[in-house]
């Protein structure tokens, strides 16, 4: 069993599995995680040294207790190293104390008994060991056709949802995967990076409508090969055969699967091959993230619908497609939410334990017709479905900031997104507006700035930092980076954003050009109203934005159920207008 198989230089986590004592704590912010040697806040993480990590795990195991220097000595350094073990001891517990912003002299976590030793002193809860991590990397395409590369990408992908509805498994999500197409890095350097146990990696061949998918499954520490097979099929049973894959696949881990799990994994799924190609490249053009290519993406989910009515997995990938379109305007938000839910009820109607069809409906529900309980249900429901499924756990951050007072659950939801997907553009950013919706903008900014790193050229990213710049008063900085989310995506919002930014910074003049501007294009093309409720509030007209959110409540603008945690409508609050507003929205403050 993967979870079981520990490198020979882990003794931590060794000596915690074999004396049963628990491997993750959390305390106050942190969580410390013996078995990977982990730090974390707040789910980023903290780098560690071996020799101060070490000392954190014996004083967690015995908090509230006095660990001897003596007993560090013979933890740290076993079998009689030599080494200048006071200077050295002195120097790991620094170091740690650096890591965890604690100091000798008024210590929140670590006290010094003088030439005792240390004693942890807030409360630590253990947990469990998080369940065996896996990562499916895209399959190796053998024809060297350019135009079949999407098909070991989709492979990959189908097989990667299979294992995400084990509720005993977690997996890494396609989108990070992706990433590592064609990499030159080892399994184990692949497995650090994604924080995995095991790698999955293959091969597919396609000839007409026969296909050979070769896979193999490979433990990271130590790298060794745990388990390898090939299958042939034609291209009309590939869905029944990636269930059988993955069924293997558990089988090689020792994964209990539920009775349940199991049937859904060995059932037969017969699609039409036509619809399932279109199908695939419309969810390749998904990846790209883009207005472009999530039309693109439509188009092929279509066609799969012309092939194949019963396609279900083309009817919930198009109701996000729908979604997302909507959400930013790009098109008409009622009727792009309106063909979402229906097309989310269409992929339900045909497969009700897809989990992308429930968190799809579950949001286009609460943006169509404001029903925040069948949000909720539906989101829960793709979750226990799923419980790899980065984007179920997202849409449920989005709507528990929005619509209740959990914050914490809410950012610790959008964390376990970030860890089930790392190197997801849309991932990253929401966690940066989370952050910003929390009220904690350094940390929103700090986010906003890695994400970027990663995707120089994302829209959201910039919005996300230029509204905390914002909110620090650094406005130089904050204009900057909205001015590049417009030059990126001329979408109403970011302009909104950007003329909001020049408001706060004093500018009223230009913000109230971008306003004018605005207002034109209204008479060209649907903008949504809550643009115009961001700039009026910016600007200090109050009435003005109290009518525009009117409209923005009679259009059925789901834009509304930010008002709680946006700080560009923070001019609005204390208007007893704001609070009625919300009262009618459902989700006033208790």
């Avoid at 990499?183 to 000839?207: C, F, N, Q, W, Y």
């Avoid at 849309?426 to 009220?439: E, Q, R, S």
Wanted: one cysteine or more; charged letters at 25%.
């Amino acid at each position: 069993m993967i979870s079981g198989v520990l490198t020979p230089n882990r003794q931590g986590a060794t000596l915690a599995r074999m004396e049963g004592r628990p491997i993750r704590f959390r305390f106050g912010p942190y969580e410390a995680d013996a078995e990977r040697r982990e730090l974390r806040k707040g789910g980023l993480r903290i780098r560690v040294r071996d020799k101060s990590f070490e000392v954190l795990a014996a004083l967690l195991e015995h908090r509230g207790e006095v660990v001897t220097r003596d007993e560090l000595r013979r933890r740290l350094w076993p079998g009689g190293i030599f080494v200048d073990f006071e200077n050295s001891l002195n120097s790991a517990v620094n170091r740690l104390r650096d890591a965890l912003g604690d100091s000798a002299a008024k210590p929140r976590f670590i006290e010094t008994w003088p030439r005792r030793g240390y004693r942890f002193m807030v409360p630590a809860e253990p947990s469990r060991a998080a369940p065996p991590t896996l990562a499916v990397l895209p399959f190796e395409n053998l024809s060297h056709d350019p135009e079949q590369d999407f098909f070991g990408d989709a492979v990959a992908d189908a097989l990667t949802t299979e294992l995400g509805s084990l509720s005993t498994l977690r997996v890494i999500s396609r989108q990070t995967a992706l990433h590592l197409k064609g990499t030159r890095k080892t399994i184990p350097e692949i497995g650090r990076e994604l924080m995995a146990d095991a790698i999955i990696e293959g091969s597919v061949l396609r000839a007409g409508n026969r296909i050979r998918i070769t896979a193999q499954l490979i433990q990271v520490f130590p790298e060794q090969h745990l388990w390898a097979k090939t299958y042939n099929s034609d291209l009309a049973d590939i869905v029944s055969l990636q269930g059988q894959v993955a069924q293997a696949i558990a089988g090689a881990v020792q994964l209990a699967i539920a009775p349940h799990e199991l049937a859904r994994l060995v059932r037969p799924r017969p699609v039409d091959p036509e619809a399932h190609l279109a199908y695939l490249r419309g969810r390749h053009h998904m990846s790209r993230w883009s207005r472009e290519s999530f039309e693109k993406a439509l188009e092929y989910f279509q066609m799969a619908l012309a092939k194949d009515p019963d396609h279900a997995l083309s009817y919930a990938h198009m109701a996000d497609c729908y979604a997302l379109l909507g959400f930013w305007g790009h098109h008409p938000f009622p009727d792009a939410y309106r063909k979402a839910k229906e097309s989310a009820l269409e992929a339900i109607a045909r497969d009700d334990a897809l989990s992308a069809a429930h968190w799809a409906l579950g949001w286009a529900t609460w943006m169509c017709d404001w029903d925040l309980d069948r949000c909720e249900a539906e989101t829960l429901r793709a979750i226990e479905l799923n419980p790899s499924d980065e984007h179920a756990h997202a849409v449920n951050s989005i709507f528990l900031i929005t619509t209740s007072e959990d914050r914490a659950r809410a950012a610790s939801e959008m964390r376990l997104a970030l860890l089930l997907d790392p190197l997801s553009e849309y991932v990253n950013a929401n966690l940066a507006w989370i952050y910003l919706f929390v009220d904690d903008y350094d940390r929103a900014a700090e986010q906003a700035r890695r994400t970027l790193e990663l995707f120089p050229g994302s829209p959201l990213a910039y919005s996300g930092l230029g509204l905390a710049e914002s909110c620090r008063c650094r406005y130089a900085q904050s204009i900057d980076a909205l001015e590049k989310a417009v030059a990126i995506s001329q979408d109403a919002l970011s302009m909104a954003y950007l003329g909001a930014a020049y408001a706060r910074a004093g500018n009223r003049d230009v913000a109230s050009g971008v306003l004018g501007d605005l207002l034109s294009r209204s008479g060209r093309e649907a903008v949504m109203p809550r643009c115009f409720v961001l700039l009026y509030a910016a600007i200090g007209d109050r009435d003005r934005a109290f009518e525009w959110m009117e409209k923005a409540y009679e259009a059925h603008d789901s834009g509304l159920f930010f008002l709680r945690v946006m700080p560009l409508y923070d001019p609005l609050r204390s208007d007893p207008r704001l609070n009625e507003m919300l009262r009618r929205l459902g989700i006033a403050r208790c």
